[in-house]
């Protein structure tokens, strides 16, 4: 099965506006959600891109491989095998083949890392011939020593088109403050595990394919740009290197040449509208990057970096901006 699914990140204050919104008045399941995740010592799973998983749904238990898949502009898109077992203890006979070359040949090195243990209220809508399932999530991710809140919607395709995923989160962001959330409870799980400095990121390669046509490259080159932007996010929002900063701005200027380029295949209103977005990001992440690298203890250089990060990170927090990232994926 392949799911697909759109991740947003709530502030707790903000939880009975979800409850309460107009949109997700149908009738309701509410149940408590206890997962086990498993790897090896040296977490060979993760290296490979995989998650395993004992869920609790009441009093079943079902047993969960994913892949590692694609996530861009929130939205997550994996390969993934359920199937229901008796016990906390993995049964590897009951994973498909397909699924189970995934694992390392020695089962017995693997076992339970973390747990998640949260609250899950969800609202099953129906819209333009599309079945989604909006999860509200309340908890915690817990290894042995460490601890993390979440405090979540997931919107989960369950048939039709991925837009109308787009378009329930646009109609939530109108009445309900949120960001776009990149990270798994996984994630989350294997960063509480092995902490580690936050880093910035650099583009990676875009590889096209000589058969691609002229608008399959531009997507691909758009979500490109979207995955350089959104992976320096963590570093500029909570770290204090401010080539985070600089990796955005070089994620919106690749951007903007993308969109000029395609200019001409571009509906005008749609391109005026989404180039006056994306300069009101760039406005703000573009600083002078001479003074900014210099590596000085001058009082007027770091007033000016703390006035910056000060401005990127209310921008980062801004519906404005979450809007934009939306709007880019539902139009894409």
């Not at 107009?22 to 891109?49: A, G, M």
């Not at 990121?201 to 758009?222: G, P, R, W």
């Amino acid at each position: 099965m392949i799911e697909t699914e759109l991740k947003l990140l709530l502030n707790p204050k903000d939880i009975d506006k979800v409850k309460q919104h107009p949109l997700l008045r149908q009738q309701t399941d509410s149940q408590r959600l206890y997962s086990i995740y498993f790897d090896t010592v040296e977490h060979d799973l993760l290296r490979n891109k995989i998650g395993f998983r004992i869920r609790h749904i009441g009093d079943k238990k079902v047993q969960t491989l994913k892949t590692a898949g694609s996530g861009i502009g929130g939205l997550h898109t994996r390969q993934e095998w359920e199937t229901f077992i008796t016990s906390d203890t993995p049964d590897y006979e009951k994973i498909p083949a397909a699924a189970l070359s995934y694992l390392p040949d020695n089962f017995a090195s693997i076992k339970p890392i973390f747990i998640t243990n949260f609250k899950r209220i969800t609202w099953l809508l129906t819209i333009e011939n599309s079945t989604i399932e909006v999860a509200l999530d309340q908890g915690k991710v817990e290894t042995t020593t460490d601890s993390r809140s979440i405090s979540e919607i997931e919107l989960e395709l369950k048939s039709g088109s991925k837009i109308i995923l787009y378009k329930v989160a646009l109609l939530l962001l109108n009445d309900i403050p949120f960001t776009i959330g990149n990270k798994s409870k996984a994630a989350i799980g294997y960063a509480l595990c092995k902490p580690k400095p936050l880093e910035f990121y650099t583009a990676n390669l875009l590889k096209l394919n000589h058969d691609m046509t002229s608008e399959q490259v531009f997507i691909h080159t758009i979500w490109h740009c979207l995955q350089h932007l959104q992976a320096n996010e963590d570093i500029v929002l909570y770290g204090d290197n401010i080539e985070g900063i600089h990796q955005m701005w070089i994620a919106l200027q690749h951007l903007l040449f993308c969109l000029n380029l395609y200019e001409p295949l571009i509906p005008k209103k749609t391109y005026i509208n989404l180039y006056q977005e994306i300069e009101w990001i760039n406005s703000i992440l573009t600083i002078d990057w001479n003074v900014a690298k210099l590596e000085s203890i001058q009082p007027k250089v770091v007033a000016k970096q703390s006035n910056d990060y000060i401005q990127v990170r209310e921008m980062l927090r801004s519906q404005r901006y979450t809007r934009i990232l939306l709007s880019l994926g539902k139009w894409l």
